[in-house]
């Protein structure tokens, strides 16, 4: 069966400084992957989506950046945290498009 | 533009009653509508629909589209406290991404 791993549970990082979220999917190969980001009290707001290894797809221009250095996974990352970056990020894989996605544990990212 | 709207925004009901959550659409090139449900953590999926008409059910929730009126409803019978959640609808559109909307909160009284 396919799991999905996100790390770490939890983080807070002071304004300024670098971010990195690792996501890996076992037990499937070639999935789609996908970060979502979501903020307090709203919906899910899709960041990035990859269809293999090297390609990515941003969907909102912002300081985070995505990387697919492997088949199965999916790294966030940030050079320089703002206040806004704070919240709940959650990655998701799969099989292909326009199929269920199935989603990671989540971080959530508190910037102070 | 596209537009996913839930409704209602909340929901506080008792053990044992049932509930009707809605999910209206104005997209173009619609696919397919999924119902996804959120506890403390991660969105686990529930029903993806694609035909209007067609009823999927599992166990005490069922849900249902309709593609003409552009909504899809999402029941639940016999309410458990276990059923508290936030209830998030989504939409696969032309452009292949999923897009959720804000969500239901539920929660359910013992």
């Known amino acids: 069966s396919q799991t999905i791993h996100q790390w770490p549970a939890t983080l807070v990082q002071p304004v300024g400084s670098p971010l990195s979220l690792e996501c890996t999917v076992e037990?499937?190969?070639?999935?789609?992957l996908y970060w979502y980001r979501q903020a307090a009290g709203r919906g899910l707001q899709l960041l990035f989506y990859s269809v293999g290894i090297g390609q990515i797809s941003s969907e909102v221009p912002q300081n985070l950046s995505a990387s697919r250095p492997q088949d199965r996974q999916f790294i966030l990352s940030s050079k320089k945290l703002l206040l806004s970056d704070s919240g709940f990020y959650l990655c998701a894989w799969s099989r292909s498009f326009a199929s269920p996605l199935h989603f990671g544990n989540g971080t959530r990212l508190t910037v102070t | 533009e596209d537009k996913v709207v839930q409704s209602p925004l909340s929901l506080v009901v008792h053990e044992g009653d049932t509930v009707t959550l809605n999910c209206s659409y104005e997209v173009t090139n619609f696919r397919s509508l999924l119902w996804y449900k959120q506890e403390k953590k991660a969105p686990t999926f529930l029903f993806m629909l694609t035909s209007s008409g067609i009823e999927k059910k599992s166990g005490r929730l069922s849900s249902i589209l309709d593609k003409k009126e552009l909504f899809s409803i999402l029941n639940i019978t016999a309410t458990q406290t276990g059923d508290s959640a936030i209830y998030l609808c989504a939409f696969y559109f032309g452009n292949e991404k999923l897009t959720f909307g804000t969500g239901t909160r539920l929660t359910i009284i013992p």
């Open positions: 037990g499937t190969s070639n999935p789609n």
